[in-house]
T-cell receptor, first 113, second 113 residues
């Protein structure tokens, strides 16, 4: 069956360090992968999209990689700040032809000052 | 301006009641969705509407029915509420490009007592 797995434990890092979050998937052949940020009591907010033919995508302090051989995406936040503390969700296209995303459970990131 | 707005934000009701959650988007998007986020924070697709046609109907109980009066609105009706329906329900919208990001509302926390 299809599965999306993200770091199950919360990730605690110090301000200024680079946070790396992992998204692994099985039994998918997604054409693209998306990352979202979710704050408590709010809906997820889109951050980045990476396509299967792209190895890496950057946006300001964010970087996403996509390895379709390993079936893995890594999400990096460089020079992390306490304001980056949130839950980060990866999402894969469900293969139904429309924009039907299936989400991982998310990884909670805590950045300490 | 709020892009995707849903009401109410909180809904507390008793088992057996019928309730509705409203959603509106002002982004001009063609597709709208309902997602359910349970106590384990797992975000699962329930329904998707494209140009007033239901294009996904995941295995949700038929007590749940989406209703779309026009392209900008997708309401969720729930009949005979059960304790297990307690969750946060998110409305979202996107363009129908297959890879479009989702824009989420801030959720409706439903508590069934």
């Amino acid at each position: 069956s299809q599965k999306i797995e993200q770091n199950s434990e919360a990730l605690n890092i110090q301000e200024g360090k680079t946070a790396t979050l992992t998204c692994n998937y099985t039994n998918y052949s997604p054409a693209y992968l998306q990352w979202y940020r979710q704050d408590p009591g709010r809906g997820p907010v889109f951050l980045l999209l990476i396509r299967e033919n792209e190895k890496e995508k950057r946006k300001e302090r964010l970087k996403v990689t996509f390895d379709t051989t390993l079936k893995q995406s890594l999400f990096h936040i460089t020079a992390s700040q306490p304001a980056d503390s949130a839950t980060y969700l990866c999402a894969l296209e469900g293969g139904r032809g429309y924009s039907t995303l299936t989400f991982g459970k998310g990884t909670m990131l805590l950045v300490s000052p | 301006d709020t892009a995707v707005s849903q009401t109410p934000k909180y809904l507390v009701t008793q088992m057996g009641n019928d309730k509705s959650i409203k959603c509106e988007q002002n982004l001009g998007h063609d597709t709208m969705y309902w997602y359910k986020q349970d106590s384990k924070k797992f975000l699962k697709i329930m329904f998707s509407y494209n140009n007033k046609e239901l294009i996904i109907n995941e295995t949700v109980p038929n007590r749940f029915s989406p209703k779309s009066p026009d392209k900008a609105h997708l309401n969720l009706h729930i009949n005979s509420l059960e304790l297990g329906d307690s969750a946060v329900y998110f409305c979202a919208s996107s363009q129908v490009s297959g890879s479009s990001p989702l824009h989420f509302g801030n959720g409706t926390r439903l508590t069934v007592t």
